[in-house]
Antibody, heavy 121, light 107 residues
């Protein structure tokens, strides 16, 4: 079945970087894009960026202020999200989610289980 | 950036009752509107896209309507498993994708 499996929880100190992975299975990775969405405690979902699984083109939220980098390894069907210069406000659950490249582009039809990132000194 | 606003923040209903959730966009998103259900400790689950098309496996008691700036998610007869938080999301004008603040449906 189609699924996205993410790496585990992380605890980081302020100023550090975190890397979260998202392994896809059950579909052709290069035919879809992977989005990254985060959810701080008690807050709404916040879109961070996406990567086209086929050509590797990325788009990012301006709110991330250049701190986020999304990449992929097509041979392993894995997408990565790196967030740098961490601060306490980055404490959140980070989700990856699939979207089609053409029809229903922007509809997040499959989600990973989420990865909790805690930023604390 | 398109701002999505949901109301009410919390909806208290009894099992078997009808629930009506609202979502408003700050500018027209045509019919490019999705609804998601999220239960505690879980990832969101796609319910509706295209404002009114149910995703695969979603029960018929869930229905979506609306266009442009006003949208509604209706749950015709609430089941115990439907108590959750519901989010709307626009995908008409992005990046960024934007979500509403959510409506918590509680007993």
């Amino acid at each position: 079945q189609v699924q996205l499996v993410q790496s585990g929880a992380e605890v980081k100190k302020p100023g550090a970087s975190v890397n979260v992975s998202c392994k896809a299975s059950g579909y052709t990775f290069t035919n879809y894009a992977i989005n990254w969405v985060r959810q701080a405690p008690g807050q709404r979902l916040e879109w961070m960026g996406w990567i086209n699984g086929g050509n590797g083109i990325t788009r990012y939220s301006q709110n991330m202020q250049g701190r986020v980098t999304i990449s992929r390894d097509t041979s392993a069907s894995i997408a990565y999200m790196e967030l740098s210069s961490l601060r306490s406000e980055d404490t959140a659950v980070y989700f990856c989610a699939r979207t089609a490249l053409v029809v229903k582009r922007g509809v997040l039809d499959v989600w990973g289980q989420g990865a909790m990132v805690t930023v604390s000194s | 950036e398109i701002v999505m606003t949901q109301s009410p923040a919390t909806l208290s209903v009894s099992p078997g009752e009808r629930a009506t959730l609202s979502c408003r966009a700050s500018q027209s998103v045509s019919s490019n509107l999705a609804w998601y259900q999220q239960k505690p400790g879980q990832a969101p689950r796609l319910l509706i896209y295209g404002a009114s098309t149910r995703a695969t496996g979603v029960p018929a008691r869930f229905s979506g309507s609306g266009s442009e700036t006003e949208f509604t998610l209706t749950i015709s007869s609430l089941q115990s498993e439907d108590f959750a938080v519901y989010y709307c999301q626009q995908y008409n004008n992005w990046p960024p994708l934007t979500f509403g603040g959510g409506t918590k449906v509680e007993i």
